[in-house]
């Protein structure tokens, strides 16, 4: 799809959510040096098995955007795992009937809506540092997309949904990722 083209280019040249998704598995997977919104030159998370899976994950459907994996709370620090991203109105459907049998927490905001709620997701010396539960909204994803892609790409994903998802046991990585993934293989079929 984008074979030989620059990294930026791709993203300039990218316009549909399938097309963002499989440039962001290639960025997270070290095939792509670029990411929109994202300011260091390679994917500076877990490398490995969690990129790995985000990578399948933007594969099956899911913009991912943000994401952390949990670790147990000591010291006053500790994370819960979370990702975020954009998907079509069917597979946000399909993951919040999926998840809602688990106690994962899954926050749906449809395209237009916005949120402005707080769920702290990581602590940092017994502070809250790291929240879930706001939305930028529409405009918000418009306005980024727009100034570091294009126009179409950003409508695109301004019709999408927008889902935060996270495990709200501080530590646990088992579950997330994985019933994620089988929500969006359940989404495709």
């Not at 074979?3 to 499989?22: H, K, Q, S, Y």
């Not at 688990?102 to 809506?113: N, Q």
């Not at 019709?159 to 019933?179: T, Y």
Request: with cysteine; charged share 20%.
């Amino acid at each position: 799809m984008f074979e030989g083209v620059p990294d930026e280019d791709a993203w300039r040249n990218c316009t549909t959510l399938e097309g963002a998704c499989e440039l962001t598995a290639r960025w997270l997977e070290g095939s792509l040096s670029y990411v929109p919104g994202y300011t260091a030159p390679q994917y500076a998370g877990e490398n490995g098995p969690l990129s790995e899976a985000l990578a399948a994950i933007n594969r099956l459907g899911f913009l991912t955007d943000d994401s952390q994996p949990g670790k147990d709370v000591s010291g006053g620090n500790g994370q819960r795992a979370f990702v975020t991203g954009r998907c079509t109105e069917q597979a946000a459907a399909v993951i919040s009937a999926v998840l809602v049998e688990t106690d994962l927490v899954v926050l749906v905001f449809p395209p237009g809506e916005g949120g402005s709620g707080q769920i702290c997701v990581t602590l940092d010396g017994e502070r809250e540092f790291t929240w879930l539960g706001g939305s930028g909204g529409p405009s918000y994803a418009h306005e980024t997309y727009t100034d570091w892609t294009n126009e179409t790409l950003a409508k695109a994903l301004k019709e999408c949904w927008e889902l935060q998802i996270f495990d709200p046991v501080w530590g646990r990585n088992a579950k997330l990722i994985p019933l994620l993934q089988k929500a969006l293989i359940t989404a495709k079929s």
